[in-house]
């Protein structure tokens, strides 16, 4: 079957760095995606991978191993209005999405 | 420029009546899709289109019909709504399917 492993929560000071880790199976791999989400709005895309190795963007960066199943998301710098839920969502091989739960982040000062 | 809205915000239905979850993208993208997000759970795919006048089911699409007729509208119908269709419903769209997703705002359906 498919599955997405994420942790639910996690919390983080201003100003530091945090890695969310995401782990996955599904059927057949066409990249992966990780979306940022603020409570009650929609989801907005953030990076996206599909060969191994580091994307950075800014003070996000994303990381991918296609040969574990695992991706992280790494925000630097944390900000106040970085709290918020991260969805990873890697693409099967019919190109469907396959969402995880998403993790909470919570920034505190 | 718009992006991609949805229509109403939210909405309280009694089970049993039928509804129609409005969806417009003005960004000519090929691709679509309806999602609904329960509380810790991931997004569910509901049915996509890949281009105008094609549509296919994802995950869930019980319950639900959508059409295709242009591209820049996918509606989503419950022909009879049960309480179980309490959610909070995206519509997304991407140039083609091979793309990110640009999600609207979401629509909060409540079923009594």
């Known amino acids: 079957g498919q599955n997405i492993d994420q942790p639910t929560e996690m919390t983080a000071t201003e100003g530091a760095i945090v890695q969310i880790n995401c782990t996955y199976q599904?059927?057949?791999?066409?990249?992966l995606f990780w979306y940022q989400q603020h409570a009650g709005e929609a989801p907005t895309f953030l990076s996206y991978n599909v060969l191994d190795g580091l994307e950075e963007k800014g003070r996000f960066s994303s990381f991918l191993s296609r040969s574990k199943g695992y991706s992280y998301l790494l925000l630097k710098e944390l900000q106040m209005k970085d709290s918020a839920s991260y969805l990873c969502?890697?693409?099967?091989?019919?190109?469907?999405?396959?969402w995880g739960a998403g993790t909470k982040l919570i920034i505190k000062p | 420029t718009a992006g991609i809205t949805q229509a109403p915000t939210s909405q309280i239905l009694a089970a049993g009546r039928s509804m129609t979850l409005r969806c417009t993208q003005d960004m000519r993208h090929n691709a679509m899709y309806w999602y609904r997000q329960d509380l810790g759970l991931g997004l569910r795919l509901i049915h996509y289109?890949?281009?105008?006048?094609?549509?296919g089911k994802g995950e869930v699409p019980d319950g639900y019909s959508v059409s295709r007729a242009n591209t820049d509208d996918f509606p989503l119908t419950l022909a009879s709504a049960v309480p179980s269709q309490t959610s909070v419903y995206f519509c997304?769209?991407?140039?083609?399917?091979?793309?990110?997703?640009?999600f609207g705002p979401g629509t909060r359906l409540t079923v009594l």
């Open positions: 997304a769209s991407s140039e083609k399917e091979s793309n990110e997703q640009f």
């Open positions: 969502a890697p693409r099967d091989s019919n190109y469907q999405l396959i």
């Open positions: 599904t059927s057949g791999f066409n990249g």
């Open positions: 289109s890949n281009t105008a006048g094609t549509t």
